[in-house]
Nanobody, 113 residues
Framework: QVQLVESGGGLVQPGGSLRLSCAASGSIFSINAMGWYRQAPGKQRELVAAITSGGSTNYADSVKGRFTISRDNAKNTVYLQMNSLKPEDTAVYYC???????WGQGTQVTVSS
């Protein structure tokens, strides 16, 4: 059984920053690529950023240069540093290990003045 617990969301003004964390249980973390996804109301869930077990990363065009994904394998945790936040970044953010059916409960990010 794999558990994923996201945290770090909240309300922030445009231009602000947040750091999301996803703590994963089980050995799956060390071998799987991990992704951060988001889903805004009325929209499909989309990939925001991903990181392989070796640390290679990729980002959605909409967040390149503003968001940074990282992982700490010793802590079974993946992070998403979000800077220069925009209202269109408002969504529920989820972490997800690739090639599995596991999802966390999500953490709400709201960017508003």
């Amino acid at each position: 059984q794999v558990q994923l617990v996201e945290s770090g969301g909240g309300l922030v003004q445009p231009g602000g920053s947040l750091r999301l964390s996803c703590a994963a249980s089980g050995s799956i973390f060390s071998i799987n690529a991990m992704g951060w996804y988001r889903q805004a109301p009325g929209k499909q869930r989309e990939l925001v950023a991903a990181i392989t077990s070796g640390g290679s990363t990729n980002y959605a065009d909409s967040v390149k240069g503003r968001f940074t994904i990282s992982r700490d394998n010793a802590k079974n945790t993946v992070y998403l540093q979000m800077n220069s936040l925009k209202p269109e970044d408002t969504a529920v953010y989820y972490c997800h290990p690739y090639d599995t059916a596991y999802w966390g409960q999500g953490t709400q990010v709201t960017v508003s003045s």
